[in-house]
């Protein structure tokens, strides 16, 4: 039988960075606590793109970034196909900045990206870091958004995305314009790590909400307790920096 949920986790091996597979985890956690079948599959450089309800791209250096630019070139078409289908593509920091057109290095090598959200990254100095507090949008759903930002990329949406959240504490996507992260239909794309999901169940609950309506017809999900995680947010802001 097909599973409920299909998870596809692109580059498992190199785009890694702070742990983000906890976003992976947690999706997969929340899905099963409320009784649905999820797989997960892991796609590296070279493999097919398969059919998903979910795609997620983590973070990486500059030069990870750089080697995966053929191997994400030739992924594009069945990509954009996926996103057609209905398919949610979650971009993580070197992740988001892949979904845009391209990413310009410090020593201004343009990057290609996917070319699937109106948005371009350029390096910058010195590097944006700090723990964010946030408040987001996403297909109808309103929550406070917190996680940690590290990165030397100033992001600029174009006219086709819209931002993720409106920054209250820290910088977001370029340290100018109080936004972070960006939504363009399916495509969403933050700078937050944490992982970003296991503290925000909401912006968790609200990507597993599109991604199973495949099989729920769009009905609300059962709420799960998320005491612990609220504690751990509690916890964080208490935090300096």
Same mark, same amino acid.
């Given at each position: 039988m097909?599973p409920d949920?299909?998870?596809?986790?692109l580059?498992?091996?190199?785009?890694r960075?702070?742990g983000d597979?906890g976003?992976?985890?947690a999706?997969?956690?929340?899905a099963?606590?409320?009784?649905?079948?999820?797989?997960?599959?892991g796609?590296?450089?070279?493999?097919?793109?398969?059919?998903a309800?979910?795609f997620?791209?983590?973070g990486?250096?500059?030069?990870?970034?750089?080697?995966l630019?053929?191997?994400l070139?030739a992924?594009?078409?069945?990509?954009?196909?996926r996103v057609?289908?209905?398919?949610?593509?979650?971009?993580?920091?070197?992740?988001?900045q892949?979904?845009g057109?391209?990413y310009v290095?410090?020593?201004?090598?343009?990057?290609?990206?996917?070319g699937?959200?109106?948005?371009?990254t350029r390096a910058g100095?010195p590097?944006?870091?700090?723990r964010?507090?946030a408040t987001?949008?996403?297909w109808g759903?309103?929550?406070? #958004?917190v *996680?940690?930002?590290? +990165?030397?990329?100033?992001?600029? !949406?174009? =006219?086709?995305a /819209?931002p993720?959240a409106s920054? &209250?504490k820290?910088?977001g996507n370029?340290?100018?314009?109080?936004t972070?992260g960006?939504?363009q239909g399916? #495509?969403? *794309?933050?700078?937050l +790590?944490g992982p970003?999901?296991? !503290?925000? =169940?909401?912006? /968790?609950?609200a990507l597993?909400? &599109?991604?199973?309506?495949?099989?729920?017809?769009?009905?609300?999900l059962?709420p799960l307790d998320?005491r612990?995680?609220?504690?751990?947010?509690?916890l964080?802001?208490?935090?300096?920096?």
């Amino acid at each position: 039988m097909s599973p409920d949920l299909r998870l596809v986790h692109l580059y498992p091996d190199l785009l890694r960075t702070y742990g983000d597979r906890g976003n992976l985890v947690a999706l997969v956690r929340r899905a099963e606590w409320r009784g649905f079948s999820v797989h997960v599959q892991g796609v590296g450089r070279g493999d097919e793109t398969p059919p998903a309800d979910l795609f997620l791209l983590g973070g990486g250096t500059d030069r990870v970034q750089s080697a995966l630019g053929d191997d994400l070139a030739a992924r594009r078409e069945a990509l954009v196909e996926r996103v057609r289908e209905g398919a949610i593509l979650v971009g993580i920091c070197g992740g988001y900045q892949l979904l845009g057109h391209r990413y310009v290095t410090t020593g201004g090598v343009a990057v290609p990206g996917l070319g699937l959200l109106d948005a371009e990254t350029r390096a910058g100095s010195p590097r944006i870091i700090g723990r964010v507090r946030a408040t987001a949008a996403l297909w109808g759903s309103r929550f406070d #958004l917190v *996680g940690f930002e590290n +990165h030397g990329g100033r992001t600029l !949406l174009g =006219p086709a995305a /819209a931002p993720l959240a409106s920054v &209250r504490k820290r910088r977001g996507n370029n340290g100018r314009d109080r936004t972070e992260g960006a939504v363009q239909g399916t #495509l969403v *794309g933050t700078y937050l +790590h944490g992982p970003v999901l296991p !503290l925000n =169940p909401e912006l /968790a609950d609200a990507l597993l909400a &599109r991604a199973l309506s495949r099989v729920t017809a769009g009905a609300s999900l059962e709420p799960l307790d998320d005491r612990l995680e609220h504690w751990a947010r509690r916890l964080r802001r208490r935090l300096r920096r």
